[in-house]
């Protein structure tokens, strides 16, 4: 599918950014919801100018209600499904911030996904972390090889990209993907347009407004735009007709005789 705006070779939504916190991630399997707030993070960073970072208190709350996560019961620990992720972020939000729109991204369509990422902010993903990757994170690496064994999927925001592969966020901090990784890893991958996206003029780092960022949205995934049209510029009113001639009150009295007597006649 064509998209409307082309990407270009790179982008950076991150560096400006100073701090990604772990939002439980260490403790708790709540990637996904974590991966919603350092979206939040990114698209308010670049779009409104100001960098919005929601606490721990905000996250646990969307963890239980999307997931069924118990605190009393470490076995609904269970994690979440984007989807569900993406439709409670536009439904209730996080800390009274919600998406105006979500849709689904083909993964395997690189150039969707670039594209996704120049224009809305942020991609999230749900890969499946492998025995080398875990490694390698745990050494401060990128991930750059995928070997071994499954420990499992994850949820991470791709918030840049090069001609080697992504940058994402994940336990706090960035590191890069490889666009081979990629492709073994990712399973799914999901959009949100968020009001922070947009500054106080209503279009975002770009220069594109709301309804043009549901035209790009529909470019890319083919869902409808989500948002109206603006109003047509109204039509000035034209000149004001001319005035007609004086009529004779006599006239006028004639008339209206005439239009009785017709009337009766039934002429």
């Known amino acids: 599918m064509s998209v409307t705006t082309p990407a270009p070779a790179s982008v950076n939504w991150f560096e400006h950014i100073g701090l990604w916190p772990m939002y439980l991630n260490d403790r708790i399997g709540d ?14 960073t670049y779009g409104s100018g100001f960098t919005v970072t929601v606490s ?58 670039k594209t996704a990422v120049y224009l809305l902010g942020t991609v999230g993903l749900g890969i499946d972390v492998t025995a080398q990757m875990m490694t390698d994170f745990d050494n401060g690496k990128d991930w750059t090889r995928a070997g071994g064994r499954s420990l499992g999927g994850h949820a991470v925001v791709i918030v ?3 001609d080697t592969g992504v940058w994402i ?21 999901w959009v949100a347009i968020l009001p922070e996206w947009l500054d106080a003029n ?14 790009e949205l529909h470019a890319l995934t083919g869902d409808p735009n ?7 510029t109204p ?15 006599s006239d006028a009295e004639l008339a209206a005789a005439m239009k009785k007597w017709l009337a009766a006649t039934g002429l």
């Open 56 to 113: 721990d208190d905000d996250v646990l709350p969307v963890y239980e209600r999307v997931s069924g996560y118990n605190p009393d019961d470490p076995s609904s620990d269970i994690g979440c499904i984007l989807q569900d992720v993406y439709a409670d972020w536009r439904r209730t939000g996080i800390a009274g911030h919600k998406a105006l729109a979500f849709a689904e991204v083909e993964p395997s369509d690189l150039d969707e996904v």
């Open 31 to 44: 990637c996904a919801i974590a991966m919603e707030a350092h979206a939040l993070q990114a698209t308010s």
């Open 226 to 232: 989500p948002f109206p049209a603006p109003d047509p």
């Open 202 to 215: 209503g279009v975002d780092p770009l220069g594109v407004d709301l309804y043009g960022l549901g035209e």
């Open 169 to 189: 966020v994940t336990w706090g901090k960035v590191i890069k993907m490889t666009w081979p990784v990629f492709r073994r890893v990712v399973d799914e991958a």
């Open 235 to 249: 039509v000035p009113p034209g000149p004001a007709p001319a005035p007609g001639p004086d009529v004779d009150p």
């Open 160 to 162: 840049g990209y090069d």
